[in-house]
């Protein structure tokens, strides 16, 4: 009913760019708050950044400055621009979505599949 699809991942150098997508899709009522977590091999799942309805911002320290999220409510995506990168930004990426949709329109928070970082020194 809700389905989550990121893309925008992939082998970088230290110091280069990317730019992650996560678009929402299915029967959506509201978005409320959009946000990008990581996971690191043998590290825990941490927040990266979160959006809210307002466009308020919420970063992590080690992002701080480099990264930059951003939501077009029209077309139901999050995004993660990510600049200067190190190597220990390697992770999977992960969007959050807590919502109000599928058929019953509940609130619930649904994942990205995930999608891997790699930032080569």
């Known amino acids: 009913q809700v389905q989550l699809v990121e893309s925008g991942g992939g082998l970088v150098q230290a110091g280069g760019s990317l730019r992650l997508s996560c678009v929402a899709s299915?029967?959506?009522?509201?978005?409320?708050?959009m946000g990008w977590y990581r996971q690191a091999p043998g590290k825990q799942r941490e927040l990266v950044g979160l959006?809210?309805?307002?466009?308020?911002?919420n970063y992590a320290n080690s992002v701080k400055g480099r990264f930059t999220i951003s939501r077009d409510n029209a077309k139901n995506t999050v995004y993660l621009q990510m600049n200067s990168l190190k190597p220990e930004d390697t992770a999977v990426y992960y969007c959050n979505v807590d919502l109000v949709g599928g058929r019953a329109h509940s609130r619930h928070d649904y994942w990205g599949q995930g999608t891997q970082v790699t930032v080569s020194s």
């Open positions: 299915g029967t959506i009522f509201s978005i409320n708050v």
């Open positions: 959006i809210t309805t307002a466009g308020t911002t």
